[in-house]
T-cell receptor, first 113, second 114 residues
Framework: AQSVTQLDSQVPVFEEAPVELRCNYS??????LFWYVQYPNQGLQLLLK??????LVKGINGFEAEFNKSQTSFHLRKPSVHISDTAEYFC???????????FGAGTRLFVKA | KAGVTQTPRYLIKTRGQQVTLSCSPI?????VSWYQQTPGQGLQFLFE???????NKGNFPGRFSGRQFSNSRSEMNVSTLELGDSALYLC?????????????FGPGTRLLVL
């Protein structure tokens, strides 16, 4: 069975500071990994995804994530955040041959001026 | 291209009633997944439909059911509503089964059960 753990439920950070949102997963087979963002009163939208190849994945809005197979992690990073990055971020995993995507509980990012 | 649309956006029901939620995927997308989002549980997978067939179902009671039509539109039904069914119900569409595809989410239907 697969599972996803987002280690921080809330992350406050000042504007223009770097941020890392942590995600660990558990799976006995090869995985596909995703980060989605949800702005208030909206659905989720894809930030980036890892399917194969380079372990460093670049996404929209200046975000990037690194797939670390040995540590079963897929942490999301941004070198300098903006107020507009305030949202909830979800890490998700699915597997080769699997039938569903499992989402983490989410991390609320608060960017303060 | 129009995004995923969900109707209605808001719904208030009382315990014991039933409800039907609708989802229209992006044109050309054949896969539709449904999720329940609550503050305590995050996103919980309900089921996925691809080409009118249910591919997988999450750990929800039989009161939760769905279907997909030939035009890929999907409906979700919840019978005998309980207070705990109050949640945001999200629909997501993708070109193919969602395993490695990007899912495009609708804005959700917020259901309140009184």
């Amino acid at each position: 069975a697969q599972s996803v753990t987002q280690l921080d439920s809330q992350v406050p950070v000042f504007e223009e500071a770097p941020v890392e949102l942590r995600c660990n997963y558990s799976s006995s087979v090869s995985v596909y990994l995703f980060w989605y963002v949800q702005y208030p009163n909206q659905g989720l939208q894809l930030l980036l995804k890892y399917l194969s190849g380079s372990t460093l994945v670049k996404g929209i809005n200046g975000f990037e994530a690194e797939f670390n197979k040995s540590q079963t992690s897929f942490h999301l990073r941004k070198p300098s955040v903006h107020i507009s990055d305030t949202a909830e971020y979800f890490c998700a995993v699915s597997s080769t041959g699997g039938f569903k995507t499992i989402f983490g509980a989410g991390t609320r990012l608060f960017v303060k001026a | 291209k129009a995004g995923v649309t969900q109707t209605p956006r808001y719904l208030i029901k009382t315990r014991g009633q039933q409800v039907t939620l609708s989802c229209s995927p992006i044109s050309g997308h054949r896969s539709v997944s449904w999720y329940q989002q609550t503050p305590g549980q995050g996103l919980q997978f309900l089921f996925e439909y691809f080409s009118e067939t249910q591919r997988n179902k999450g750990n929800f009671p039989g009161r939760f059911s769905g279907r997909q039509f030939s035009n890929s539109r999907s409906e979700m039904n919840v019978s005998t509503l309980e207070l705990g069914d109050s949640a945001l119900y999200l629909c997501a569409s993708s070109l193919a089964p969602a395993t490695q595809e990007t899912q495009y989410f609708g804005p959700g239907t917020r259901l309140l059960v009184l």
